[in-house]
Nanobody
Framework: QVELVETGGGSVQAGGSLTLSCAPS??????????MGWFRQAPGKEREGVAS???????HYADFVKGRFIIAKDSAKNTLYLRMSDLTPEDTAIYYC??????????????????WGRGTQVTISS
């Protein structure tokens, strides 16, 4: 069974940056061969997609983060990243890494992803 380990969460002031990392722990699971994405859930709100990345590395971004965040895979490190810049308090949420081992297309549809990390807290203060 695949486990996803997320790191990089923390607290930062508005306008700052954070980079989240996600690494599958199951030997043989390569990030370049899997649909992967980032989702987030703020208090009192439903989980929402942030970014996902296709097998050909084409990225998808939610409208509210486009231009500020970058999703990327590093095959050498077998790690998925989410680089976040120009953060605002509205970005405060638990961020989850997700992996989909069953599909060839990788939209930001939460129900499509069959493996999830435990989440990492991102807190942005004004």
């Amino acid at each position: 069974q695949v486990e996803l380990v997320e790191t990089g969460g923390g607290s930062v002031q508005a306008g700052g940056s954070l980079t989240l990392s996600c690494a599958p722990s199951w030997f043989g699971t390569k990030v370049e061969e899997q649909c992967m994405g980032w989702f987030r859930q703020a208090p009192g709100k439903e989980r929402e997609g942030v970014a996902s990345i296709e097998l050909d590395e084409t990225p998808h971004y939610a409208d509210f983060v486009k231009g500020r965040f970058i999703i990327a895979k590093d095959s050498a490190k077998n790690t998925l990243y989410l680089r976040m810049s120009d953060l605002t308090p509205e970005d405060t949420a638990i961020y989850y890494c997700a992996l989909d081992s069953q599909h060839w297309r990788c939209p930001m549809v939460a129900s499509q992803y069959n493996y999830w990390g435990r989440g990492t807290q991102v807190t942005i203060s004004s």
